[in-house]
C-alpha cells in the first residue's frame, strides 16, 4: 500500500500560480503512473492530469491544458503539478493518486488516494 501526501494548496488570485506536491511513501514510487484529481464544491471529482511512472508521458484535462504542467521527481517519491492563470474555477480540492500499471492514463484504475489539499481562487 502506498501512501500519499498532497500539500501546496492555498488562497491565490486570479491570475495567479500554485505548485502542489504529493510524497509517496510505503511501495517504490517509481514503479506507479500518478494522476491529480480535483472535487469543487457540489461537483464529482474530475481527472485534472496524469503521467506515467517514468514521467515519459504526461495527460491533461483539456480545462487546465497549456495552464497546468505535471511532474515527477522519483528520487524525491513527488508528484507535482504546476499550475499558473489559475481561474476561479479551479477552486476545488485536489488529490493526488496512484495508477498499478505505470501507464498514468487519464482512464487508469488508480489506487491509493491522498487526503486531499484545498485551492481556492478568488475572482
Known amino acids: 500500500q502506498v501512501q500519499l501526501v498532497e500539500s501546496g494548496g492555498g488562497l491565490v488570485q486570479a491570475g495567479g500560480s500554485l505548485r502542489l506536491s504529493c510524497t509517496a511513501s510505503?511501495?517504490?514510487?517509481?514503479?506507479?503512473?500518478m494522476g491529480w484529481f480535483r472535487q469543487a464544491p457540489g461537483k464529482e471529482r474530475e481527472f485534472v492530469a496524469s503521467?506515467?511512472?517514468?514521467?515519459?508521458?504526461?495527460y491533461y484535462a483539456d480545462s487546465v491544458k497549456g495552464r497546468f504542467t505535471i511532474s515527477r521527481d522519483n528520487a524525491k517519491n513527488t508528484v507535482y503539478l504546476e499550475m499558473n492563470s489559475l481561474k476561479p474555477e479551479d477552486t476545488a480540492v485536489y488529490y493526488c493518486?496512484?495508477?498499478?500499471?505505470?501507464?498514468?492514463?487519464?482512464?487508469?484504475?488508480?489506487?491509493?488516494w491522498g487526503q486531499g489539499t484545498r485551492v481556492t481562487v478568488s475572482s
Open positions: 503521467i506515467s511512472s517514468n514521467g515519459g508521458s504526461t
Open positions: 510505503g511501495r517504490p514510487f517509481s514503479h506507479y503512473g
Open positions: 493518486a496512484t495508477d498499478a500499471t505505470g501507464w498514468g492514463r487519464p482512464v487508469s484504475d488508480f489506487g491509493s
